[in-house]
């Protein structure tokens, strides 16, 4: 019975994982929308420097600002060496090529596509200026902590991302559970889901004392089975 009980619990977990990571990707399916806003530099970002312009911004220390362009296309690389950034002391900064962790983003479902050109991360709080270069090209310069930061007060991805975890959570306490539950024992299962050992026969009280659950089936001493001499 002990068996059983550790399997049904085996069985809830799974359930419950399940039913979790279905939960997350309905969750991120229904916030697609709010996510890319989010990440849309026109509706979130720090500042937007005019073609042929500068803008002075005051950014915050050990923060990460991302650089982007309008491109026509995804796979299209906008210029990156049209733009320029010095501190208050006129000491001119330098931007840093964008990784795996900065892809094109879009706006407008879809219909404006943005290329990252470079990232700078502050060292103190000051103000710098961005010189944009380019005549035909604006400069969206966005706070990646800003995104973060908005993102945590859409509820569709806070459901979402806890039901992730703890779904990812529980499938493998499942798989655990189920490793180290013994293998069932050989016997005989009666109708009241008792497992009764092959090796020997109860008694009739034994079997009474095991129906009422105050004897364990292989604490039965009962009578040994004998073999016939033909």
């Keep these: 019975m002990a068996e059983k009980k550790v ?43 005019d073609e042929g312009d500068s803008l002075d911004l005051k950014l915050q220390s050990g923060r990460t600002y991302t650089l982007l362009r309008i491109v ?34 879009t706006g407008e479902n879809g219909a404006i596509v943005y290329d990252t050109i470079g990232t700078y991360t502050t060292e103190n709080t000051e103000n710098f200026t961005f010189e944009n270069l380019n005549s035909t090209s604006k400069l969206y310069i966005v706070d990646d902590h800003e995104g973060d ?33 013994p293998k069932q024992k050989d016997g005989v299962l009666t109708n009241r889901g008792i497992v009764m050992p092959t090796d020997t026969i109860p008694t009739t009280d034994e079997l009474f004392l095991i129906s009422q659950g105050k004897m364990m089936p ?3 001493k009962g009578i040994k089975p004998v073999k016939e001499v033909p």
């Excluded at 069985?11 to 309905?26: D, E, N, P, Q, Y």
């Excluded at 733009?83 to 931007?95: A, E, L």
């Excluded at 993102?151 to 180290?180: D, K, N, Q």
């Design 72 to 105: 026509n296309e995804i796979g299209d690389e906008a210029l990156d060496d049209d733009v320029i950034i010095t501190d208050s002391k006129g000491n001119k900064m330098v931007v840093q090529a964008p990784t795996w962790m900065h892809p094109p983003r």
């Design 7 to 49: 399997r049904s619990w085996a069985r809830l977990f799974s359930i419950i994982a399940a039913g979790l990571l279905a939960i997350s990707l309905i969750s991120f399916a229904t916030s697609m929308d709010a996510i890319e806003d989010i990440l849309d530099p026109a509706q979130l970002n720090k500042g937007v420097v």
């Design 149 to 181: 930061l908005a993102a945590t007060r859409e509820p569709t991805l806070l459901v979402a991302s806890f039901a992730c975890c703890f779904g990812v959570l529980l499938l493998p306490i499942a798989g655990i559970i189920h490793l180290l539950t």
């Design 218 to 220: 292989e604490d039965a």
